[in-house]
């Protein structure tokens, strides 16, 4: 049975891309059949990760009714099966990202995983890629204002019938003022299912002269290794919510009784926006 699962987040540039492109790829090495989908219509930036930006036939010509999917898949590195999005800002602009759910189960029955890379925010085209998949994983900094918006896309998936199964931590530094996995897995009340460390070679995958993701550049660096752990736990063992240590009340203890008082004021508001 395929699992359709949307990578997304609050804020901006907290690492969907870098996480769908290398975990899919993970996915595949580990024999899974995998389709990766820029489902971020506005600002494609999946093909340039993966090196397929010259792809003529895209998710937008889909989209606009002008294409049929199946032309729109590509055979991507590291075996996965690719969709991507539209460059064009005009073409982007008559897109109805409505149709993206209907479009992806077109083809998902083909597949073990299809994993899509969603627009930050909460605009429409966030809503068409939380309503296309049936879980999400959310992706956080460990900072307070990106696991505060990573809440309300939570808040939002849940209240259009996806389902957030974990969260992936990024850019984690061990750095003195991060919020430790406990305490986001307590604010977010979702098991952790990644562990991303800041890692320099992840940066270097746009920089090279042939792009690639670092999973296939450096399968043995610290971001890599740690994708294919998560890899690991999505294509066989279930996750387990991980043990929770008591902590004396600090900074972060009381920055979680705010988040449980603003969840409700929260969770009216994003209703309010989305009906
Ligand atoms: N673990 C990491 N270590 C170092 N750099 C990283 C890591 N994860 C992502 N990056 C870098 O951070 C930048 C933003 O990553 P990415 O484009 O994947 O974010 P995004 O959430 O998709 O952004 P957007 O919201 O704009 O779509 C990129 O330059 C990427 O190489
Ligand atoms: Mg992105």
Request: without cysteine.
């Amino acid at each position: 049975m395929v699992r359709i699962i949307t990578i997304a987040s609050g804020k901006g540039g907290v690492g969907k891309t870098t996480i769908t492109a290398n975990l899919g790829i993970a996915l595949s090495q580990q024999n899974q059949r995998v389709l990766v989908v820029d489902s971020d219509v506005a600002m494609a930036n999946l093909s340039l990760l993966l090196g397929m930006q010259s792809s003529p036939i895209t998710l937008h010509d889909v989209l606009l009714g002008e294409s049929n999917v199946h032309d729109a898949i590509y055979e991507g590195p590291g075996g996965i099966h690719f969709i991507p999005s539209g460059l064009s800002i005009e073409s982007y602009r008559r897109v109805d990202p409505e149709r993206l759910e209907a479009v992806i189960r077109e083809v998902a029955d083909s597949y073990d995983f299809v994993l899509l890379d969603a627009p930050a925010g909460i605009e429409k085209s966030v809503m068409a890629s939380l309503a296309a998949a049936d879980e999400i994983l959310l992706i956080t900094m460990p900072n307070s204002p990106s696991v505060a918006d990573v809440l309300k896309t939570k808040i939002v998936a849940q209240r259009i019938g996806s389902n957030p199964i974990g969260v992936i931590l990024n850019f984690l530094r061990g750095e003195k003022g991060e919020i430790s996995d406990e305490d986001i897995m307590k604010m977010l009340e979702l098991p952790i299912y990644g562990m991303i460390p800041y890692d320099p070679e992840v940066r270097k995958s746009f920089m090279q002269e042939n792009v690639a993701p670092v999973i296939i550049r450096k399968p043995e660096s610290p971001a890599s290794v740690a994708i294919n752990k998560m890899a690991a736990k999505l294509s066989g063992v279930s996750v387990e919510m991980q043990p929770v240590k008591k902590k004396k009340e600090g900074f972060f203890a009381r920055l979680f009784g705010f988040f449980k008082r603003k969840k409700k004021a929260d969770a009216e508001e994003i209703k309010k926006e989305t009906e």
